[in-house]
């Protein structure tokens, strides 16, 4: 509970400091304008003075050391009350990222993260002595947090475990598709727009979008393995190729549109993001 408060009141004095028009780049700042904004949380400074206020987190199985684990850290699920309460952020369709150093950026549910399993932002590994944080091998990659599981069985690999964790972002979802959105004077973005509205109820990019057809960018773009025209066609009349095709055909699409949906598709190839 102790930490719970030390935490909502890092996060109210930050967020009293900075002014939300700005768009800086302050601890707590609300990007994008609008009644549900994106919050962002800085860990480094939101959890100043670490070993002052940390707790021991028991995982009985931590998916990178493969093996239970004690570390020193904080609550996940505290903190992220805190931030979106004081934000009033609407947590209704809302999900969060976790942003590494290297540029991993999962994403995860609310759903995921306030089930069962327990999340925990360490910093220290109770293995190893007092003066490290980290055995030397890893310390670069692990540091500043990482984040772990407490209750997720062995063979459940739907949560992510980032190390090297920096930022915790809440995003609206229906703000998600920024993520894999050209610039709109991109020549790629018209044919996001109709893929967007075609195609992502049932395909993902990047894991982004729906998951009843098959995902189109990772680990390999759809370009990469199949032809422009054969992709073309088959969007048309899926039953053309496949007998009992669960795809719908495309009717209302112009050829200019599925060029433009292949533009889009090329353009994703370089920006692949396994978040
Ligand atoms: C209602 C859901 C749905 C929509 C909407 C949809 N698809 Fe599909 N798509 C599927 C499913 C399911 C498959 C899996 C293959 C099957 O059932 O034949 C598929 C397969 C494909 C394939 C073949 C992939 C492969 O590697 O074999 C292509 C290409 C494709 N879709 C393109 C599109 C495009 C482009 C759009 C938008 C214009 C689109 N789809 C919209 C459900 C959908």
């Known amino acids: ?8 009141w890092g996060i109210v004095v930050f967020i009293a400091c900075n002014n939300p ?37 028991n995982v009985d199985y931590d998916q990178y050391f493969k093996s239970p684990k004690k570390y020193l850290g904080f609550s996940l699920r505290p903190l992220l009350d805190a931030a979106w309460k004081t ?3 609407d947590t209704t369709h809302a999900m969060v990222l976790f942003e590494c150093k ?7 549910d609310l759903s995921k993260i ?35 599981w407490d209750k997720v069985k062995k063979e459940d690999k739907s949560f992510f475990w980032p190390y090297g964790l920096t930022t915790i972002r809440l995003i609206p979802e229906k703000e ?6 050209p610039d709109s004077s991109d020549a790629a973005y018209p ?53 009992n095709s669960r795809m719908p055909a495309m009717t209302s699409l112009s050829d200019k549109e599925f060029e433009n949906i292949i533009l889009y598709l090329k353009y994703m190839k370089e920006h692949k993001r396994d978040h």
């Open 1 to 8: 509970m102790k930490i719970a408060l030390f935490v909502f």
């Open 21 to 57: 028009t700005t768009n800086n780049k302050s601890t707590l700042s609300t990007e994008s304008a609008g009644e549900n904004e994106e919050v962002t949380i800085v860990l480094e400074k939101v959890l100043d003075s670490p070993a002052r206020n940390s707790i021991k987190v």
């Open 87 to 89: 934000a009033a952020f």
């Open 102 to 108: 290297d540029g991993y950026n999962p994403i995860m």
């Open 114 to 148: 306030y089930g069962p399993a327990q999340g925990y932002i360490v910093f220290k590994d109770l293995d190893q002595p007092d003066t490290k944080n980290w055995p030397d091998s890893l310390s670069q990659h692990f540091s500043p947090y990482y984040l772990v």
């Open 176 to 181: 998600k598709y920024r993520l894999i959105q």
């Open 191 to 243: 044919g996001y727009i109709t893929f967007r509205d075609n195609c992502m109820k049932c395909h993902s990019i990047n894991k982004i979008g729906g998951s009843f057809g098959p995902e189109f960018n990772l680990p390999k773009n759809i370009t990469e393995y199949r032809d422009e025209k054969q992709l073309i066609a088959f969007a048309k009349a899926p039953a053309s190729f496949r007998y």
